[in-house]
């Protein structure tokens, strides 16, 4: 009996342990469930809110489940991903359909209301189908009639948001492909991003990314030395700090991030430490945006900076930048 009481324990350990890992503010859920990256990731998310994968149609960018939709039994579910990527594209579900009208309307008020306790209040489009647009993805409630009287409501999710958080890492929103610098501080003058928004880098290797996309570390190659790299997030998933250290020297560099409400990089402060763990250096450097593009990326930035060197004074400095970034999704 002990043993069983064991097994049934690590198993329960283990069905938490997943459920706490998949956890990603930064992407569109369905009742809690990360709708985004490979089939590895979000079969096993539906998996742990109640949807089991079912037979469908001959296709391998679809996926179909079953499942208990907010407790509306029977709930069927549809999975597209991206015919280049393969990562998670979009969802629909589908309750229904009811053949009374007080079963129906029932139904979709209560779905309404559990999805608009979650997401805010849902707009009407000039169909009738109502819709909510949030910084990581669309959801669009729209009802069928069919011909024997009968409705059907669907639940259609949409994924705008990268499966890699490389993007978000440096302060970036959307599907972005390039970005150019002028006046770079901290950062390369040219960064490129792959479509899945993984930072393309021959410098960066040994990537370790969790479940959900987000770089938890890395090693980094500068003029033939290596430098471990570590990653720690905060509850929104912005990137909080990175400690940096060179395996030769033993010099560690430890920056930290804060961000304000609209998940934008406002100051990176830095601080190097000699092999004594004594700091040697602190840069401070505190952004004031002043232009941005149609995807809330800033384009036009004065970065105030403070640098100090061990044995000398604090220094001030005003740099001036501008970006021009170019997206994925661009016509």
């Known amino acids: ?30 009742m809690d469930a990360p709708l985004e990256g490979p089939d590895s990731a979000f079969i096993q998310a539906l998996k742990s809110v109640g949807f089991e994968a079912v037979a469908g149609a001959d296709d391998d960018d679809t ?24 990562l998670f ?53 729209s009802v069928m009639l069919h011909e024997n009287g009968a409705h059907s409501i669907s639940y259609y999710y949409l994924n705008m948001s990268p499966y890699y958080k490389d993007v978000s ?8 492909q390039e970005v150019i610098t002028e006046n770079p501080v901290a950062e390369n003058p040219i960064e490129h991003f792959d479509e899945m928004g993984k930072l393309e ?14 770089l938890m570390a890395a090693t980094l190659t500068e003029g033939g030395e290596k430098k471990q790299i570590t990653y720690d997030y905060n509850d929104a998933g912005n990137l909080k700090r990175t400690i940096q250290t060179n395996m030769v020297s ?37 952004y004031n945006i002043e232009e941005r593009d149609d995807n809330d990326n800033w384009t036009k930035n004065t970065l105030h900076i403070t640098n100090w060197l061990k044995g ?8 001036v930048q501008t970006r021009t970034i170019s997206y994925w999704d661009e016509d």
């Open 312 to 319: 000398q004074r604090a220094q001030t400095m005003e740099v």
């Open 201 to 214: 880098s021959v410098g960066l290797t040994e990537r370790k990314y969790n479940q959900v996309g987000y």
């Open 1 to 30: 009996m002990k043993k069983i009481g064991l097994l049934v324990f690590l198993l329960w350990a283990v069905q938490m342990a997943w459920s706490q890992a998949i956890y990603d503010p930064k992407c569109i859920t369905l």
């Open 89 to 141: 594209s979009e969802a629909t579900v589908t309750c229904g359909p009811y053949r009374t009208r007080e079963l129906y309307e029932r139904n979709q008020k209560y779905l309404l209301g559990k999805l608009q306790r979650e997401w805010g209040n849902f707009k009407a489009k000039g169909d009738g189908s109502l819709y909510i647009l949030t910084d990581y993805g669309y959801i669009r409630q």
């Open 250 to 286: 033993g010099l560690k560099l430890v920056t930290d991030y804060k961000w304000n409400d609209d998940g934008e990089m406002v100051q990176q402060s830095q601080k190097a430490f000699d092999k004594d763990n004594e700091c040697i250096m602190s840069v401070t450097m505190k």
């Open 63 to 86: 996926y179909h489940f079953k499942g208990d939709f907010y407790g509306i039994k029977d709930a069927r579910l549809e999975v597209t991903v991206n015919e280049h990527t393969k």
């Open 169 to 176: 890492n440096m302060g970036l929103k959307g599907f972005v």
